[in-house]
């Protein structure tokens, strides 16, 4: 809304005025320097002068050819200057009507448009002047002239009047170098004139308004796209803050389901070893079924912390030295009783000297472990499980000196589109509510975690059917040498997951 | 609407009423802005291209028009129609067509800007409702973001391609007549039938909506029947059912709402 004195004072959305709306001047839709030459072009052909004002009077072109010495002449007497100046404010500001001393044209042509007329000049020359519309509105106006009429056959007792010494030869001489033309002759060069004015003023402003309103469009496209933007950085922020609190609300839950199952682990453990009394062999089995599915559980809850520790970014590294191979023999036998028991053979690999290494022992042990783990869980009965430690060299992958460690097995494998998900956590290859192998799906995201944790990197090489081979790249040293925060794991995206 | 007054003593109700007001001392003059809306090919420039040709050139300019290569509207069409009041007023009224393409959807917004009124272009043929549709919500979404009260501005709809088959009957145009307040109106714009039935309607609704909010009549001397008469004088009414009732002067035709005309 805009009140008197134009200012917006609109409650909520004002009504926006539309660049389509505004007015446009003929300054706006010609272009200057190209219609000069289109007007020279027309001087030079016809040797009749024109003029052009816009609506405000301002002049844009002016050439005038012929009529110089003449005019200056007449200009030269007082009473002469004084009518000089008279028809041409006649001609530039009067009315553009065929009023004050100005008189339709000769003749009725239909070519002629009807708005032209001539304004006769007191020397007995003439002007042709007509407006230039647009839509109803004035633009400007062109002049042409002064031409001398060709029914023009002596000089007028309004010129030879106008002082004492007027040499009527003399003026007579200056006459013949304008160009002398019937009316009706100027007025359809002049209608010609009109039309290619038009066409101009028609391309400009279908210029002006195109652009103004591309420009317009381009605006309003950005705006919207801010506002999306906005909205998606709002649940951008909304999602991030959700997701702190669910690595907060499993961790919290891992830590208090830990401590009842410490207890049962605890008690069952007691019992089996009869501290409360003699049981018979039944009751051992069940005992020792307790005691297996708890230590599962037990497993899966540390995961779980883990893995919320290390998405809530709490988990740090603490290196030291360490014996590498050291590290792999103490993983190898919390998986050989498993192993064993589905007679998995495990076969270990390492140098004969002894591969030394700065790493966090804890974590570099339970990254083996679990590459270690899961090998096993996916290989059949009878199966092999390989693990190899390479000598230090220099590493490709890290541009620095380092080790590999690569599992090995011969289980059913991991088809190639999974290769890129297996390492985000909760992703399952076979997430279906009846598959065989369990599992929480950490595994693999603790792996990665810790091992870029030491700056080193990990990758899988696999062929369904036939088994998959895990390696580990790590530095002898890694790039931060004390101690590192974990950067939190990419996450399984739910659409990447389902089809 | 844009109003420019020439007195500056004439403003007294002007300044407090909703209307969007510019008061100017320079100029007297009114402008109405029409934008023709609707779904793409349903028959917007085509109007337009209908009212060009039935208008004498007296009273409209140039028909501007920019168009992809494949002759469809790219930015909008814009067709000025033109006169001057006996108080010496200059009145123009602005046709706009917006790109019917879903790829120009803020090119349609910023052609609705300023809006005094529209009309809604629907294809009449069966596969088309749910592009009609669309294109309604998406008409009022625009308003509001324009800052256009839909519940203000009037809307005229055209039921074009009414020869095409598989179009809606006349029972469905009837359903969808009484479902709002807007005038229906049936065309084949590409024959003209309809077409400046069209636009006397909305003309005629824009009109009464500018007086009611800015007195039109009071302040510039424009009443109905002048303004719809200074435009409709210059047109050929030649096979539309207008002709009778301008010929016959009806002073009845004035006074009646467009939703009442058959």
Redesign the interface.
């Known amino acids: 809304?805009?009140?008197?004195a134009?200012n917006s004072v609109?409650n909520?959305?004002?009504?926006?005025?539309?660049?389509?709306?505004r007015r446009t001047s003929l300054t706006e839709l010609l272009d200057l320097p190209t219609f000069t030459d289109l007007l020279k072009g027309f001087v030079e052909l016809y040797k009749v002068g024109v003029k052009v004002f816009d609506e405000s009077g301002a002049k844009l072109a002016d050439f005038r050819v012929g009529n110089g010495d003449f005019c200056s002449y007449v200009f030269s007497f007082p009473e002469g200057r004084a009518r000089c100046t008279a028809t041409v404010a006649r001609v530039k500001d009067g009315p553009l009507d065929a009023v004050q001393g100005a008189r339709p044209l000769e003749g009725q042509d239909p070519g002629i448009p009807s708005s032209m007329f001539a304004v006769p000049c007191f020397t007995g020359l003439r002007y042709l002047v007509m407006p230039i519309r647009?839509?109803?509105?004035l633009l400007g106006r062109v002049i042409f002239g002064p031409f001398t009429p060709d029914d023009l056959a002596e000089l007028p007792v309004s010129l030879t009047e106008i002082g004492r010494g007027f040499d009527a030869a003399n003026a007579q001489g200056l006459l013949a170098r304008i160009r002398r033309a019937p009316e009706g002759t100027v007025a359809k060069v002049m209608a010609h004139f009109a039309q290619l004015v038009e066409t101009l003023v028609?391309a400009g402003?279908?210029t002006y308004?195109?652009s103004q309103?591309?420009i317009?469009?381009?605006l309003?496209?950005n705006r919207?796209l801010e506002e999306q933007n906005r909205r998606l950085e709002t649940m951008n922020a909304r999602l991030k803050e959700l997701d702190r609190l669910k690595s907060s609300f499993l961790a919290t839950v891992s830590h208090k389901l830990r401590t009842p199952l410490t207890s049962i682990m605890g008690y069952s453990e007691m019992l089996s070893q009869g501290l409360a009394g003699p049981i018979n062999d039944e009751q051992s089995e069940y005992v020792q079924t307790i005691l297996d599915k708890s230590e599962a559980l037990l497993k899966l809850i540390s995961s779980i912390l883990d893995i919320s520790q290390i998405e809530a970014g709490k988990v740090r590294l603490t290196f030291e030295p360490v014996d590498i191979a050291e590290v792999i023999r103490s993983s190898l036998t919390s998986v050989a009783p498993q192993a064993q028991k589905r007679g998995i053979v495990l076969q270990l690999s390492v140098p004969e000297r002894q591969i030394r290494g700065t790493a966090d022992r804890e974590k570099l042990r339970q990254t083996v472990v679990n590459l270690l783990a899961n090998a096993v869980k996916f290989t059949p009965e009878r199966g092999k499980v390989t693990i190899a430690l390479t000598e230090i060299a220099g590493q490709p992958e890290l541009k620095a000196d380092g080790y590999r460690i690569s599992v090995e097995d011969t289980g059913v494998g991991i088809p190639r589109e999974h290769h890129d998900h297996i390492f985000q956590s909760f992703y399952q290859v076979d997430s279906s509510s009846t598959r065989e192998f369990g599992g929480a799906g950490l595994g693999l995201s603790i792996v990665k975690s810790f091992v870029e944790g030491h700056g080193g990197c990990v990758s899988v090489q696999s062929e369904v059917g036939r088994g998959s081979r895990f390696t580990i790249v790590l530095p002898t040293t890694p790039p931060a040498p004390h101690s590192v925060e974990i950067a939190p794991p990419a996450k399984a995206s739910a659409d990447r997951n389902r089809f | 609407m844009?109003i420019e007054l020439a007195p500056a003593g004439s403003?007294d109700s002007?300044?407090g009423s909703?209307?969007?007001?510019?008061?100017s001392q320079a100029q007297r003059e009114l402008?109405v802005?029409v934008v023709y809306y609707g779904p793409g090919l349903s028959g917007k420039t085509t109007n337009l291209q209908m009212i060009h040709k039935k208008l004498q050139p007296e009273v409209r300019?140039?028909l501007?028009t920019?168009e992809t290569r494949d002759d469809r509207t790219?930015?909008?069409d814009?067709l000025?129609v033109?006169?001057?009041t006996a108080g010496g007023y200059?009145v123009?009224v602005?046709l706009?067509t917006v790109p019917g393409q879903i790829i120009?959807n803020?090119?349609r917004?910023?052609?609705l800007?300023?809006a005094d009124a529209v009309a809604f272009i629907a294809d009449s043929q069966r596969s088309a409702t749910e592009d009609n549709n669309t294109y309604w919500k998406d008409l009022h979404e625009d308003m509001?973001?324009?800052?256009?009260d839909p519940q203000e501005i009037p809307v005229v709809i055209q039921f074009n391609k009414r020869d095409l088959p598989d179009t809606k009957g006349e029972a469905e145009i009837e359903e969808t007549r009484r479902r709002g307040k807007e005038p229906v109106i049936s065309a084949v714009a590409i024959r003209g039938e309809g077409v400046l039935e069209t636009l006397f309607a909305v003309l005629q609704l824009a009109y009464r909506q500018l007086d009611a909010r800015s007195q039109l009549s009071k302040h510039i001397g424009l009443d109905e029947r002048t303004f719809l008469t200074q435009i409709f004088s210059h047109v050929d009414l030649v096979g539309t059912n207008l002709q009778q009732e301008m010929s016959l002067d009806s002073p009845g035709m004035f006074n009646r709402s467009v939703g009442e005309r058959k």
């Open positions: 809304m805009i009140d008197a134009g609109g909520g959305a004002a009504k926006r005025e539309s660049v389509l709306q647009w839509e109803g509105d028609t402003q279908k308004l195109t309103l591309h317009e469009a381009t309003e496209t919207e | 844009k403003d002007l300044a909703q209307a969007h007001l510019q008061l402008t802005k300019g140039r501007l920019v790219l930015f909008f814009l000025p033109f006169f001057s200059r123009k602005k706009f120009h803020a090119t917004r910023v052609v800007q300023g509001l973001e324009n800052g256009l």
